[in-house]
């Protein structure tokens, strides 16, 4: 079995590496970057002087690593953005010690979910104007991350969507089903 993993560097969307890794290979391999995440993670805190605790996971072809606690809005950020520079960080020290590109996702403080949880709810709301007005309509600009979530929504819902510009002003366009 092929599976595709992206770059840590390369936003999504950009063409995938191979690996020829089976399913309890690429769990193990998963697995061993989020215990690797967690490391360098947890030296972060420590340097920064911050208490959290980590959680891992994996989760669909990814490893999840959620740091929780008090007091890490810092390590978030106006709108994620010092989050997702920790996330590409992570992603680097992994390459570091594997040798492997990796896909990691990193929430801190629970900013991801919420974030997730929102646009699934935008998601929503588009598939029903665009359900009654039978006309495409276009979102706002959104990172990868925001639109990879969007797109998932829409296509659970029924309808079809596609990402439209370039960044930094990348769009979804949410249209009905043919």
Not at 54 to 59: G, I, N
Not at 76 to 105: I, K, P, S
């Amino acid at each position: 079995m092929t599976e595709s993993v992206t770059s840590p560097v390369d936003p999504p969307g950009d063409a995938p590496v191979e690996t020829h890794l089976g399913p309890p290979d690429r769990l193990k391999q998963l697995e061993a970057e989020g215990d690797i995440a967690a490391d360098y993670l947890e030296e972060l805190l420590d340097i920064a002087d911050l208490d959290g605790d980590l959680d891992m996971d994996v989760e669909g072809d990814r490893a999840a690593v959620s740091i929780v606690g008090e007091g890490l809005e810092a390590l978030v950020g106006d709108d994620g953005e010092v989050l997702d520079a920790l996330q590409e960080l992570t992603r680097l020290a992994v390459y570091r010690e594997t040798g492997e590109r990796c896909r990691l996702m990193l929430d801190i403080g629970g900013f991801r979910a919420e974030l997730r949880k929102n646009l699934v709810e935008l998601a929503q709301d588009a598939v029903a104007e665009v359900k009654e007005s039978n006309e495409p309509i276009k979102l706002a600009p959104m990172s990868p991350f925001e639109r990879k979530v969007v797109h998932d929504a829409i296509a659970a819902a029924g309808l079809a969507s596609a990402s439209e510009g370039v960044e930094p002003t990348r769009c979804v366009v949410v249209s009905p089903s043919t």
